[in-house]
């Protein structure tokens, strides 16, 4: 390779780290992630150049015109409510491609005297490029709720998980002893049972974890890749995504109050498939948006707490226009945002930006949890296990120990819901039944529309 | 110095590196940033257009033209999207910015 290259190659690699530093902040981030795109786009760019005796040139554009297509028309098409699931697919296809780029390279090492450490390498992205491709795509399949969100459990499941995983080893070993085809293409298949068997028993509330911890297996895998094709931008990028992921993982964890291990295995212990996922028929006290109307217009702090169903329904416009209202007519009104509100960590910021809500009305978990006991109306919205008083009374339940917005300290809570269904987690929320609280069914844009409207009446 | 132990070096410089940058992160940015770092593995997409490009045909280059293409479905939606993401964060400090968000994206 020239020297010339290898040196466009390390602009490149700057240009991954200035990306994920821009990323990291506000301001910065936009600029961050143009110059990250940036980078990936020349290094792409570079072997069209360098390489001498390149073959398939033509059926690479072409190839490479087709994912840019269908990567383009996905990422326009997605509605913010499905960005986690979105991230999910991109993040299956690249350890996918990763574990396809080692499987070729094993092809090459076949009947040669390759040292051990490529073959390590190699075996090992193809391993967790494919569990990476199939635990995405479950995680995609729950999340689009293709299948139940919650927690696939069977009876000796661990078994086979360990049954696989022990497989995988052997597999491996047998690649790095003696570079032979059918191993490897085993190995990729038995990493896609991991993958599956992996992602199963997570519940839907846990599954963004897994998307991070995912993405960083796929840093780790391409960074694999870099060294088995001596490729350095490769092997710092990837390495970069992986250590990032891997810390990103574990801030979200912390975010939510469980473990990573937790998260991933709790199921299998049993202790976390509390929820009933039923429908309680307990009495509940509910009422009409006129009457909600009223508590909201003469209340002087009025916090909401918007959840996934708030955007699911597309309440977040008529949302913003109630909270304009009450704001004018001299109610101080915040937004609380949990750290896990939506469906990832900043997931919520997103969509409320997305209806223009001015960026200081919205306060994180730690700044307005103190102003609960002051507060005359909480509202919330399409939210349901961030305040749930179990994380703080239940031992046991899958969301024990999660840090939850004091929601329940309010004087009064006006608890928007379609159902009595219980939320992600799967748990009933006895704050439902508090008798501070009252109910408004309904689609919550509907109801939202409504209620406005009973303000603007008043 | 070994060849080995250079790409070592670049190992575990780089996972320091990794942890640092992004170690003061605000809660706010966690999903785009986990978007954005996505998006940066799809660099795989150039192992899968060297490994195509030295392909002798058949199966093999089949194979390795899969691997192009979804590797280009990660780096290119994977940008995208956290630019789509990121861009509301910046449309409102503009306040009420008018109808404008047609273009990029």
Redesign the interface.
């Known amino acids: 390779m020239p020297t010339w290259a290898q040196f466009v190659y390390l602009l490149c690699a700057v240009c ?2 200035l ?3 821009g ?4 301001k910065t ?2 600029s ?3 110059i ?2 940036a980078g ?1 786009v020349v ?2 760019a ?2 069209f150049f360098y ?1 001498d ?5 033509a ?2 554009l072409v ?2 015109a ?3 297509a ?3 028309f ?3 098409k ?1 509605q ?1 409510t499905q ?2 699931q ?2 999910a697919l ?2 299956g ?2 350890g ?3 574990a ?2 080692a ?3 094993l ?1 090459h090492f076949v009947d040669t005297d390759i040292r051990a ?1 490529y073959l390590i390498a190699t075996a090992f992205t193809i391993l967790v490029g494919s569990v990476s491709f199939a635990g995405s795509i479950i995680t995609f399949a729950k999340l689009q709720e293709l299948m139940t969100s919650r927690p696939v459990v069977f009876p000796g499941l661990p078994v086979v998980f360990g049954a696989a995983l022990v497989g995988a080893l052997a597999l491996s070993g047998v690649t790095v002893a003696e570079p032979v085809m059918w191993a490897g293409i085993v190995l990729a298949l038995v990493g896609l049972a991991v993958g599956v068997l992996l992602v199963l028993p997570v519940g839907g509330a846990d599954v963004p974890i897994v ?2 911890l995912l ?1 960083a297996f ?2 780790l ?3 694999a ?3 088995v ?1 001596q ?15 891997t ?2 993982t574990l ?2 964890a912390k ?1 939510m109050g469980r473990s990573v291990a937790n998260i991933l295995f709790g199921a299998l212990k049993g202790g976390s498939t509390l929820g009933a996922g039923e429908a309680s028929d307990r009495p509940v006290r509910s009422a009409g948006p006129e009457d909600a109307a009223i508590m909201l217009n003469y209340a002087d702090r009025v916090i909401i707490v918007p959840g996934y169903g708030l955007a699911v329904a597309q309440a977040q416009h008529a949302l913003r226009e109630l909270v304009d209202v009450l704001n004018e007519r001299g109610g101080k009104v915040d937004y609380a ?1 949990h ?1 896990v509100a ?1 469906r ?4 919520m ?2 969509l409320l ?2 209806a ?4 200081e009305q ?1 306060k ?1 978990m730690d700044d307005i949890n103190g102003d609960f006991k002051d507060t005359d109306v909480v509202l919330i919205v399409g939210a349901n296990d961030v305040v749930n008083p179990a994380a703080k009374t239940t031992p046991g339940a899958p969301i024990y120990g999660m840090p939850i917005l004091n929601a329940d300290e309010a004087k009064q809570i006006i608890f928007m819901k379609r159902s009595m269904r219980p939320g992600f987690a799967g748990i009933e929320n006895e704050l439902l039944f508090d008798e501070k609280t009252t109910l408004l069914f309904g689609d919550a844009k509907d109801s939202m529309s409504k209620l406005l409207k009973a303000v603007e009446a008043l | 110095m070994s060849n ?1 132990i250079i ?1 070592l070096t ?2 575990v410089l ?6 640092e ?37 058949g199966i ?2 089949f ?31 503009k ?3 008018p109808e404008t968000s047609g273009e990029a ?1």
């Open positions: 991954f780290i990306a994920l530093k990323l990291s902040g506000p981030a936009r961050g992630n143009l990250g795109a990936a290094a792409c570079l072997p390489v005796d390149m073959d398939n040139v059926l690479i190839a490479v087709i994912g840019t269908g990567g383009a996905g990422a326009q997605v913010m960005m986690p979105m991230v991109f993040n296809v690249g996918g491609a990763a396809l780029v499987l070729l390279e092809e450490v998307i991070s993405n796929t840093g895998t391409v960074a890749g870099g060294y094709l490729n350095t931008v490769l092997l710092v990028a990837g390495t970069l995504v992986g250590a990032s992921g810390f990103l801030l979200m975010a945002i750290p939506g990832m960590p900043g997931h910021n997103v930006a997305e223009q809500v001015p960026y919205l994180e | 080995d790409w670049f190992f780089s996972v320091f590196v990794g942890i940058v992004i170690s003061k992160v605000s809660s706010t940015l966690h999903t785009p940033l986990m978007s954005g770092a996505n998006a940066i593995h799809g660099i795989i997409l150039l192992g899968a257009i060297l490994v195509a490009g030295s392909a002798d045909g093999a280059l194979v390795a033209l899969v691997a192009v293409v979804l590797a280009a479905v990660n780096m290119v939606g994977g940008f995208l999207v956290t630019d789509r993401m990121l861009q509301m964060f910046t449309q409102r400090k306040k009420p910015a994206g």
